[in-house]
């Protein structure tokens, strides 16, 4: 069974998209923040993570940052508010496959775009 990782701070979006995903036949676990999330990839395998940028504690872009330095290559969905070209710039050279900004999509898309990756 494909692992999804949320790191989503907003706890109420991070357990809809848990929940959603994990109905299409996915195992999902959620974290708060990208500490929380750093452990996690250290115990176990993930062939996808959704990312928000704005957390407390390890924020999206650092996250990224220490999983490159750290030889993670799990890809990434980022699901953010922050949505400017120098935002998606910040990330572009990571392991990023697809950027959505908060305001532009809904949960069932962010699920269907998940869904088609990981068939």
């Known amino acids: 069974m494909k692992k999804v990782i949320i790191v989503e701070d907003d706890n109420a979006m991070g357990n809809v998209l848990a929940a959603r995903i994990r109905n299409e036949g996915f195992e999902t676990i959620h974290v708060l923040n990208g500490e929380?999330?750093?452990?996690?990839?250290k115990q176990s395998p993930f062939d996808?993570?959704?990312?928000d940028l704005i957390m407390?504690?390890?924020d999206g872009v650092a996250l990224?940052?220490?999983m490159s330095q750290d030889g993670f290559k799990i890809p990434v969905i980022i699901v953010s508010n922050l949505s400017q070209d120098t935002d998606r710039s910040r990330v572009a050279k990571y392991n990023v496959i697809q950027f959505f900004s908060k305001s532009d999509i809904t949960v069932a898309e962010i699920v269907g775009f998940v869904k088609n990756f990981l068939a």
């Open 64 to 66: 990224l940052e220490k």
């Open 48 to 51: 996808l993570m959704i990312l």
């Open 56 to 58: 407390p504690k390890l």
């Open 36 to 41: 929380k999330a750093l452990s996690q990839l």
